[in-house]
């Protein structure tokens, strides 16, 4: 496992990507990369969301949202979509369809008029998942280098279904064999409960299968579901506070944020500068 040591880390600079990371006179904080980042990506799952609740998201959070995802279907059945991928566009946050409207369209045979449907939405990123409706892995992969020539994919890799255990080792081989055809990013599946895929049903991590996972693929290429706070603090303190997270409640951005600064407890002996000197 990667674990990352207790020091004292880079003190902020005006450029962080983080509002609250730029400095302040009386407490020092250790440094974010800038938006767009590669590193500490925080992706965000929007369930239905108003518009009034978007604009008070954003007013509070948006230097700290890398990505939004309209979870599940919630894109066909929401009134305000065209608003509402209006506001995160101003913001200049990315923005996809949950991959359950993916793994419909291709069931339907329907794909090119879904993906010509994104484009008409304005939209540039599309996640390809399998983790309702079967789909061989070839095809998936075949799928995802198709779509790659177009479009940013985020492919995910897991069962959403508690009940489904996948061997360690096929967990490395399906997220190796989607990178290479050409997925961006590969997000391991959790579910917004995080209870499947990679937590038991109780929530709890499955550690043995991170390990295995990032021995073999590197953690940037990565963004691991983890909607809970105990579930964020587990793969912060375990992989780094530039740790890609996912299928976060809006609700929750900011206090991630502060646990990557490591301005709540759990973090603050891990990441804030001068830890354990006063």
């Not at 540039?124 to 892995?137: C, F, K, P, Y």
């Not at 301005?263 to 830890?275: D, Q």
């Amino acid at each position: 496992m990667r674990r990352v040591k207790a020091k004292a880390p880079p003190v902020a600079s005006e450029q962080s990507g983080s509002a609250g990371s730029a400095g302040h006179p009386a407490i020092e904080l250790r440094s974010r990369p800038a938006k767009p980042r590669k590193n500490g990506l925080t992706h965000v799952i929007d369930r239905g969301m108003s518009l009034a609740e978007v604009e008070g998201m954003l007013e509070v959070a948006a230097p700290h949202i890398d990505f939004v995802k309209l979870g599940w279907g919630t894109a066909l059945v929401s009134a305000n979509l065209t608003a509402k991928l209006r506001l995160y566009a101003e913001r200049s946050i990315p923005v996809m369809l949950g991959g359950t409207l993916t793994e419909l369209a291709i069931r339907q045979g329907r794909l090119a008029p879904y993906v010509e449907w994104l484009h008409t939405l304005g939209l540039r990123h599309i996640e390809v998942s399998d983790g309702t409706l079967a789909l061989e892995q070839e095809r998936k992969c075949e799928i995802i280098a198709q779509l790659a020539q177009e479009l940013t994919v985020l492919s995910e890799v897991g069962s959403k279904d508690a009940r489904t255990i996948m061997a360690p080792y096929r967990w490395v081989a399906q997220i190796q064999a989607e990178l290479e055809a050409g997925a961006a990013r590969v997000i391991t599946e959790a579910r917004e409960s995080g209870t499947a895929g990679i937590f038991r049903e109780n929530g709890e991590v499955r550690s043995g299968l991170v390990d295995e996972i990032v021995h073999a693929v590197d953690p940037q290429h990565l963004i691991f579901e983890a909607p809970r706070k105990d579930q964020q603090v587990w793969f912060l303190t375990q992989l780094g506070p530039e740790c890609n997270l996912g299928n976060i409640a809006p609700s929750d951005v900011v206090a991630l944020e502060t646990l990557r600064l490591g301005l709540r407890s759990e973090t603050l002996p891990h990441f804030a500068p001068g830890a354990g000197s006063a």
